[in-house]
């Protein structure tokens, strides 16, 4: 079972910036990560994904803003949020997919709260 630790959230001000990182417990090196958030009463929605080849896609309303990246030596993912906004409110979640003896696999973070406000 892998293991995903998310830090690095926590309160900033319309335009501010934060860096979350997810560390995992075992090598990301051949495998699909990605962030997820979701807001109180809302869905979960992908904001950002990394795949093991470096391909990345991003929610609409974040690109340009976020960037996602990884560290394989690390073991850890990022996603730096530029220019937030109060709508980037929302509990943000670390994923890692990957193919295990033919099975796919999914793990997720425990999650950390960004909250955007004045």
């Known amino acids: 079972q892998v293991q995903l630790v998310e830090s690095g959230g926590g309160l900033v001000q319309p335009g501010g910036s934060l860096r979350l990182s997810c560390a995992a417990s075992?090598?990301?090196?051949?495998?699909?990560m990605g962030w997820y958030r979701q807001a109180p009463g809302k869905q979960r929605e992908m904001v950002a994904t990394?795949?093991?080849?470096?391909?990345?896609n991003y929610l609409d309303s974040v690109k340009g803003r976020f960037t996602c990246s990884r560290d394989n030596a690390e073991n850890t993912v990022y996603l730096q949020m530029d220019g937030l906004k109060p709508e980037d409110t929302a509990v943000y979640y670390c994923k890692t997919e990957f193919q295990l003896f033919g099975r796919r696999k999914e793990y997720w973070g425990q999650g950390t709260q960004v909250t955007v406000s004045s």
């Open positions: 990394l795949n093991s080849d470096g391909k990345t």
């Open positions: 075992e090598s990301i090196r051949f495998k699909d």
